[in-house]
């Protein structure tokens, strides 16, 4: 039987899963790596520790699924994006740690372009704001260390997101390419004409000598060489960005359809088909990928703190010892009583923006207990969540019928039903929460040929779950009214 690896390179480690044709998992690795903090606000990664978790990843997923290396059909990936890597082209080796997409080092340079006037015409060719989260500012910053600049115009250097840096290292150098999807991350992407923009690399200072080349999200990527745990010759046939990859293996292929990604934050995008609808509402459009010459694109939503708001309860608060244990003591009362718990730890993001946010509980009385904020906390997941949506609909003119999660905190019951009640929505949840990796599998299984069309993958995904509204329209009413009081 056939077999897909996918390699899922995230922020803070690396998943590898091995998939029969039935999308059944036989085989799954993790290796994590160390985030480094050059001083606050700064986040990188050793590239080489990313491929090392990568190698590491592989191994143990081809042994736990007992599948011969030369039995794969093909190799998918998707990655964090906007993370920029610049590396020699001759030797491979990178100039500089990786810039993570958490990094803030960039925060003045976009200021200064956004003060002469240059948001606008970014936002109309890309479809995102400036920003030091996407890619052209980190690189901007890389190419102006001492003698880098040169190099790279003399064509020396090579610059990557992730995947891209990625399909270099498994094809042994053979291959400087990306997909479309990480492409629209970067500030430097023409999402309407599908190419690098001239005037945006003029805007940000970048050589277009050290572009890759941009492909469709299935096809042909390169052959893997002289990669220890992979054999000679093995495909490389689709690539994503992680929430996009999630968005393709959640199967939400029709204009309208939708998923949110519970994990370190909270990542909602919604298909928006052949339209890239310009956000009003304080969104992003994006790619989301190219199929067959057809491109579909999406409007994204992120939330910086979904599930790290329960690591802050066992960790900062010290309620329980394991994450798993807060969905037992939210249960442990009827409702928050009366408790709102705002998770702006790390600012407000879609579609407030408000990075002067920070984290807030209010309606606490005598009787407030840590059971109370515990599910206000899980409450709170939600309802930033109702936002994002809320503003999704109304940027595209489509009401959302059912949302698809995944991610780690989509296992949480309490929070599944709640987001039902809010949204007023049925919430699926599909057999396997790791959809991103998921999303890659399935189109490398496109681009080699193993599924001939999108239905026919729609048929290998089962609903593990799901969540229907069931919350009386007064009480949903309450629950609103006292979330966007505290957000004032």
Known sequence: MPHILAI??????????????????????????????????????????????????????????????????????????????????????????????????????????????????????TGLPIDPYFSATKLAWLLDQDGVRARAEKGELAFGTIDCYLVWCLTNGQRHVTDVSNASRTLLFDIHAMAWSDDLLQQFGVPRAVLPEVLPS??????????????????????????????????????????????????????????????????????????????????????????????????????????????????????????VVVPAFAGLGAPHWRPDARGSITGLTRGTTRAHIARATLEGIALQNVDILRAMERDSGKSLGVLKVDGGAAANNLLMQFQSDVLGVKISRPHHLETTAIGAALLAGLGCGLWPSQATITKTLREERAFEPTMPDQLVTEHLTRWHQALN
């Not at 999308?23 to 690795?29: A, S």
């Open 8 to 125: 899922d390179q995230g922020t803070t480690g690396t998943t590898v899963l091995v998939l029969d044709e039935q999308c059944n998992v036989t085989g799954r690795g993790y290796c994590e790596f160390d985030q480094i903090y050059p001083q606050p606000g700064w986040v990188e990664h050793a590239p080489t520790a990313i491929l090392h978790s990568v190698h590491e990843a592989i191994r143990t997923a081809i042994a736990e699924s007992g599948v011969a290396p030369h039995d794969l059909a093909a190799c998918g990936i998707t990655n964090q994006r906007e993370t920029v890597v610049l590396w020699d082209r001759n030797t491979g080796e990178p100039v500089h740690n990786a810039i993570v997409w958490q990094d803030r080092r960039t925060s003045a340079a976009c200021q200064q372009m956004i003060d002469a006037g240059a948001q606008d015409a970014v936002r109309a060719a």
């Open 218 to 339: 299935a096809g042909e990527f390169g052959t893997v060489h002289s990669f220890v745990e992979l054999p000679d010759g093995l495909p490389i046939t689709g690539v994503a960005g992680d929430q996009q990859a999630a968005l393709f293996g959640q199967a939400c292929f029709a204009p309208g359809d939708a998923k949110c990604t519970f994990g370190t934050g909270a990542f909602l995008l919604m298909n928006t088909g052949a339209d890239a609808v310009p956000s009003k509402h304080g969104l992003v459009t994006t790619v989301g990928w190219q199929l067959d010459g057809k491109t579909s694109y999406a409007l994204e939503g992120s939330a910086f703190v979904a599930g790290a708001a329960v690591q802050w309860l066992r960790d900062g608060l010290q309620f329980f010892d394991s994450a798993a244990e807060v969905e037992a003591l939210a249960n442990s009362v009827d409702d928050s009583a009366g408790v």
